[in-house]
């Protein structure tokens, strides 16, 4: 009788510290998205800014996974526009950095993975950030494409902070 108690006594021991164990596990996380709505909002906010500069451009948004959310080129846009915009995001994306950030470091000689692994290392892409998590890139076709995606971001999700990498 006092081996059974003792056996009793052990298994709810062990038993509350693996439940205690199993509640401090996190079989998931919650991630925000961008949603299509906000992908179109930031393209109009891209294309405000071109217009009142007088540029012409293409825009590409990418969700978290890289999937293409929303694109838009301007009347007039070169024809490679999107595609160079759609490759500037990818390269963000996958880098967690803007793409001028990317090209310095390439250009440099610090890391050239980018340069052979298919990226495009170019001005014009920044990552979307919203409370440190990436949630995905926008491209621009243009040079100052980051100035414009930094435009669309404050004007849609307000100022953002930078990933952490």
């Excluded at 948004?61 to 024809?79: C, K, P, Q, Y």
Aim: with cysteine; charged share 20%; hydrophobic share 45%.
């Amino acid at each position: 009788m006092r081996i059974r108690s003792s056996l009793i006594a052990m298994s709810a021991v062990l038993a509350i510290s693996f439940a205690a164990d199993a509640s401090a596990m996190q079989a998931t996380r919650t991630i925000k998205i961008i949603s299509s709505e906000g992908a179109r909002a930031m393209v109009d906010a891209c294309t405000e800014w071109a217009t009142q500069k007088k540029v012409t451009l293409a825009m590409a948004v990418l969700d978290w996974g890289g999937n293409l959310i929303e694109s838009h080129a301007m009347e007039g846009t070169a024809a490679n526009g999107i595609d160079t915009a759609l490759l500037k995001a990818k390269s963000a994306l996958r880098w967690r950095r803007p793409t001028s950030e990317t090209n310095q470091i390439v250009r440099r000689g610090e890391n050239l993975a980018p340069a052979f692994m298919g990226d495009f290392p170019q001005n014009g892409a920044k990552p979307i950030i919203v409370d440190g998590q990436v949630i995905g890139a926008m491209g621009v076709s243009s040079g100052d494409g980051e100035v414009c995606a930094q435009y669309a971001f404050d004007k849609v999700l307000g100022p953002q902070t930078t990933a952490a990498r």
